[in-house]
C-alpha cells in the first residue's frame, strides 16, 4: 500500500471506530436502562452537530491558549499512539522504538488532561486534574512494565518485530497479566469506565466540567479515539498482529482490534469508579510486582526457547 | 540531498523552538506556563536526538520530561508565589549577572561547538556503537557499579524510612497488631 495513503486512512479507521464505540456505548446504556433502541438514540451526528454550533461558555479569567492546547490534544496524541501500529505491512513511522513512542504519547496526556483541568480556571476542573496525575503515578509504572514483556519476548522495540515475534504464539498466551494490565492501563489513559474519577459526576464532570462548544467536542471524541488507540495497539502487541486463517491481514487487525475495542466498551459502565487516592495503593503494591513477575515469567521463557 | 535540506531545516526550526521556550520559561508570569513552556522545549530537544538517529534517546528524552514537568508544575504552583499568574511576577533573581552568565555560557559552547576544528572520523564506526561506548566507559569496573547501584537504592530507601514522619509503629500500633492499619487515607488493598 502506499505510505501516503497510510496516514489518511488510518485517520478515518481511528473516526469510524470512535462513532463505533460511542454507538456501541449508547445502545448498550439503552438496554441497561430497559429502553428500545431507536436510530436516533443512537447516533452521534445530533450531539456533534449541537456541540459544533453551541456557543462557548467562558470562565471568568482561564487561560485559553494552555485550556485549548490540552483540549485538542488529547486527539494529537491518539492519531500519534496510531502512528506507530502497522497495518497490513506498512507502517506510517518506521520507528526502531515503536513502544517507547507510544509511552511517550500517554505521557503526553498526563500535560494536556492537566492542562485541560488548569486551563478553565475552575476549582471542580482543577481538581479532576490533580485526580488525572493521581492516578497516572499509579498506572505509569505498571503500563510501562506491561509494554516491556512484549518487547523481552521479541528483543525489540519495534512494533513490527514484536508481530513477527508472534508468528508461533501470541504474546497473549504467556503475558495474560500484561495484557490484561495493558487494557487497564488504556482505560486509565482515557478517563475510561473505573479511571473516569478526573472527570467524575462527583466533579460535575471534572476536567470536562467548563468546555463547552466545539472543545467539548474534541475532549469526548479525544476519549473515544484514545480508546480506540490503546485497542489497535493491543493487536500488534499480543494478539499477533494481522495473523490469521483464510483473511487478509488488516481484516484480520481490524477484527481483533474492534474486538478488544468492544471488550472496552462492555466494561465501562461495568465497574464502579476507583477512587485516585485508593488506587493509588493498589498500583503500587498490587499491580507493580505482578507486572515485575510477568516481566521476569517472560525473560525465564525467551531463556528456556533460546536456540 | 533533498534529505540533508529537510534535516537541515528541522533542527533550525527544533533548535529556534528549543532555546525561545526555554527564554519563555522567564518571561511569562504563569508557573503553568512556565513550566510547559519548558516542557515544551525539552520535547523539541528531544525531537532534534531523533534528527541524530538517537531514536531510543530522543523518545525517552520526552517521555521523562513530559512526566517530570507535569509533576513539577503541581509543586511549582503549591509553593511558588503568584501561582495564578494573576499578578505580573519575574522569575529572575539578580537580573543582570544571572542573564550575562546565562547568555555567556551558551555563546561559548555553541562557539566552541562551531570553532573547534573536530578531527576527521578514522575508521569506520564498530557494529555496535552502544555495546561499544558502554565497555569504553565501564569495561572492568561493571560489576563495581552495579554494586554501587544497589548501595545506592538502598540508601534512597532507608533516606525515605528515616524521613518519614509515620513509621509502622504508628499505623500497626506499638504490637503491630492494630488491623485495619491506622492511616489517615485508606489504602485500596485493604493492608
Given at each position: ?12 479507521l481511528?473516526a ?7 454507538v ?44 485549548r492546547?490540552?483540549?485538542?490534544g488529547l ?9 506507530v501500529?502497522?497495518?497490513g ?16 504519547m ?13 486551563g478553565?480556571?475552575?476549582a471542580?476542573?482543577?481538581v479532576?486534574?490533580?485526580?488525572y496525575?493521581?492516578?497516572a ?13 512484549p ?14 515475534a508472534?508468528a508461533?504464539r ?13 487494557l487497564?492501563?488504556?482505560a486509565a489513559?482515557?478517563?475510561w469506565g ?14 470536562f ?14 476519549r473515544?479515539?484514545?480508546?480506540v ?40 459502565r ?22 515485575l513477575l ?14 | ?15 529556534l ?48 520530561m513530559?512526566?517530570?514537568m ?7 504552583i ?7 499568574g ?7 533573581h ?10 555567556g ?17 578514522q ?8 555495546e ?18 544497589a ?16 513509621s ?7 504490637d503491630?497488631?492494630a ?13
Amino acid at each position: 500500500m502506499s505510505e501516503l495513503l497510510l496516514a489518511p486512512l488510518a485517520l478515518l479507521l481511528l473516526a469510524g471506530l470512535a462513532l463505533v464505540s460511542v454507538v456501541a456505548d449508547r445502545a448498550l446504556l439503552a438496554r441497561a436502562a430497559g429502553r428500545r433502541l431507536s436510530p436516533a438514540e443512537l447516533s452521534p451526528w445530533p450531539d456533534v452537530a449541537r456541540l459544533l454550533v453551541q456557543r462557548r461558555r467562558t470562565t471568568t479569567a482561564p487561560d485559553a491558549l494552555l485550556w485549548r492546547t490540552g483540549g485538542a490534544g488529547l486527539l494529537v496524541a491518539a492519531a500519534l499512539m496510531l502512528a506507530v501500529v502497522p497495518i497490513g505491512d506498512s507502517v506510517i513511522a518506521d520507528l526502531p522504538v515503536g513502544i517507547v513512542w507510544f509511552n511517550a504519547m500517554d505521557v503526553l496526556l498526563w500535560a494536556f488532561v492537566w492542562l485541560v483541568g488548569w486551563g478553565a480556571a475552575s476549582a471542580t476542573a482543577l481538581v479532576g486534574g490533580y485526580r488525572y496525575l493521581a492516578q497516572a503515578l499509579a498506572y505509569e509504572l505498571p503500563l510501562m512494565f506491561a509494554l516491556t514483556a512484549p518487547a523481552v519476548a521479541a528483543a525489540s522495540l519495534d512494533v513490527r518485530e514484536v508481530v513477527a515475534a508472534q508468528a508461533d504464539r501470541w504474546h497473549v498466551v504467556e503475558m495474560p497479566i500484561a495484557f490484561a494490565v495493558f487494557l487497564l492501563c488504556v482505560a486509565a489513559f482515557s478517563l475510561w469506565g473505573p479511571f473516569r474519577a478526573p472527570a467524575g459526576s462527583d466533579l460535575a464532570g471534572g476536567v470536562f466540567a467548563e468546555s463547552s462548544g466545539v472543545d467539548r467536542l474534541l475532549l469526548l471524541a479525544g476519549r473515544h479515539a484514545l480508546v480506540v488507540a490503546g485497542a489497535a495497539f493491543a493487536v500488534p502487541l499480543f494478539l499477533g498482529g494481522g495473523a490469521g486463517p483464510l483473511l487478509p491481514d488488516w481484516t484480520w487487525q481490524l477484527l481483533k482490534t474492534l474486538a478488544v475495542l468492544l471488550l472496552l466498551v462492555v466494561l465501562r459502565r461495568r465497574l464502579p469508579v476507583l477512587r485516585p487516592e485508593r488506587f493509588a495503593e493498589v498500583g503500587w503494591v498490587l499491580i507493580v510486582p505482578l507486572t515485575l513477575l510477568q516481566v521476569l515469567v517472560t525473560s525465564l521463557i525467551v531463556l528456556a526457547e533460546a536456540p | 540531498m533533498t534529505s540533508d535540506v529537510v534535516t537541515t531545516t528541522l533542527f533550525v526550526l527544533l533548535a529556534l523552538v528549543a532555546v525561545g521556550f526555554g527564554f519563555l520559561v522567564f518571561r511569562v508570569d504563569s508557573m503553568a506556563r512556565a513550566t510547559f513552556a519548558l516542557a515544551v522545549s525539552f520535547v523539541a530537544v528531544g525531537g532534534i536526538l531523533l534528527l541524530l538517529d538517537l531514536d531510543y534517546l530522543g523518545v525517552v528524552v520526552v517521555v521523562m520530561m513530559v512526566m517530570e514537568m507535569a509533576i513539577m508544575a503541581v509543586f511549582m504552583i503549591a509553593y511558588m508565589m503568584n501561582p495564578a499568574g494573576l499578578m505580573p511576577m519575574s522569575m529572575y533573581h539578580d537580573k543582570s549577572r544571572a542573564m550575562s552568565v546565562a547568555v555567556g555560557t551558551f555563546v561559548v559552547l555553541a562557539g566552541g561547538a562551531l570553532l573547534v576544528d573536530w578531527p576527521e572520523r578514522q575508521g569506520s564506526p564498530p557494529a555496535d556503537v552502544t555495546e561499544q561506548v558502554g565497555l569504553g566507559i565501564m569495561g572492568s569496573h561493571m560489576l563495581v557499579m552495579m554494586g554501587i547501584g544497589a548501595v545506592i537504592l538502598t540508601t534512597i530507601v532507608s533516606a525515605l524510612v528515616l524521613a518519614s514522619a509515620r513509621s509502622r509503629y504508628d499505623r500497626l500500633g506499638d504490637d503491630l497488631k492494630a488491623r485495619p492499619a491506622r492511616d489517615p487515607i485508606r489504602g485500596g488493598v485493604g493492608r
